[in-house]
């Protein structure tokens, strides 16, 4: 098979949603369609289980379990389908943030008594800010919730996408008859099969067809054509060009747990969704047929076994072809590396391989070589766009309690921060460390890996910071100016970076105010928009 061709068999996309939501159960269903699972209950080991939210260390463990499926690979209809998992929890959002730099598609599910809640908001801003295209799953139906189109009118307002229903439900609750495709015009019967991937599906063109009154009953039927009618008069015809820009989303109801509407789902999502795209580099944009191999870490994960401290890092394929024990350009050390072992992950099953194609994601094994963001590629000297830190929302001053460890804590620091568990800043002057997460949880992961892979004993001090914001400037004096005003207020980021620490949104306002010459960006990437 030509690199072209492999590449135009692969779909990579991620399942997004709000704990609780259904993203497990859905992809559990996904992997028995595509046969890589034979049995329901084989995901559930890899979620981050609700009554864990204070055990750190179960959260941890399961983690480890978690790498077995951070990416579950299957053939369905010709396509070779790559899940990429993200984490459930919101403490781990920014492990959520940077797969969605791995993936070409994203499969929203939201549970239709919910609705769209905080967390599936913000997974959603990086989807618009990537321009990545979405499909919306509404979970559920076999639950009474949200009317379909309050619930459409909600996903428009707070996603800030345009939506385009491609399924439509008959009824819900007890009253859930099943769903008509719009995209197909065939009827889904809901039959509360739990466990069977077979659906009882009817063509039906013509809803006018009296025959729909004895499949579905009078009511049901008069309800449904006058819907379909209020949907194809509200809602221009699906353009699949304006889902693949990010600017519409299609819209499936189904119930995942029920294995309802999944393989609707399914099989629109490997008509419409993209194969691999490209990525921006800071010299110019790399297309998944180039010829030359090249491809991003977006995702390191430490071994939990203390005495093996080596590191899988998850590479995503942008061009070219991978291939084993071949010397690549690791281009932030310009050193030239091969990799004897490196795998894939075929649902449960880690094995290793000897090429891989855009669109694939392969873990490597590393001694600490990698960071997250790191370009790998043939000889060249360009670097991926697109893997910004975001600033944190806790800040905590970081103290060593064992003095004579104070080299094993440095040291642990710095590998904890290349796997982007936290970020880390140095005040200066006083060179005090600031720890920053988006999560309470990654201090309790913080000082614990600290006793145990490193010997280093450490407390955190709380610090009432709110942002983090990175800043330049051409102007030497005002900046001057600005570090004798903030002595208190700016850092160094781990590459050196000035960063300033606000205590308030007010504060940032006025700095702003008062330092015109200074720019204050919200993420670590002004380097590569300038
Ligand atoms: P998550 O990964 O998004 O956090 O959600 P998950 O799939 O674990 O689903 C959360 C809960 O919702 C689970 O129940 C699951 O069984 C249920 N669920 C998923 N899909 C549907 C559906 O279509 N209809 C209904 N009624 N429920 C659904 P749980 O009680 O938390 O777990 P379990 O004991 O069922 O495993």
Redesign the pocket.
Known sequence: MSNAEEVEKRRTFGII??????????TEKLLLFGGAIQSAGAV?NS?IK?SATSDFMEIEKQRGISVATSVMAFNYSGKQINILDTP?HKDFAEDTFRTLTAVDSVIL?VDVASGVEAQTERLMEVCRMRKTPVIIFV?????DGKEAFDLLDELEDKLKIKVRPLAWPIGMGDRFKGVYNLFDNNLNLFQGNKTGISADVVPFENLNNPELDDIIGQEAADELREEVEMINGVYDPFDRESYLSGDVAPVFF?????N?GVKELLDTFCRISPSPRGRDTDQGRIEPNDAKFSGFVFKIHANLDPKHRDRIAFLRIVSGKFERNTFYNHVRLSKKMKFPNPTSFMAQDKSIIDEAYPGDVIGLYDSGNFKIGDTLNQGESFVFKGIPSFSPEIFMELENLDPMKSKQLDKGIRQLMDEGVAQLFIQQPGSRKIIGTVGQLQFEVISYRLEHEYGAKCRFLPKNYFKACWITTENADMLERFRKAKTSNVALDREDNLVFLAETSFLLTMAEQDYPDITFHRTSEFKLEE
């Not at 949603?17 to 859905?26: E, I």
């Not at 979970?139 to 639950?143: A, E, G, H, S, Y």
């Open positions: 949603s709000h704990p609780d939501a259904g993203k497990t159960t859905l559930k979620k609700k459930g599910v979970n559920k139906m076999d639950r189904g119930s995942a747990m029920n309802f």
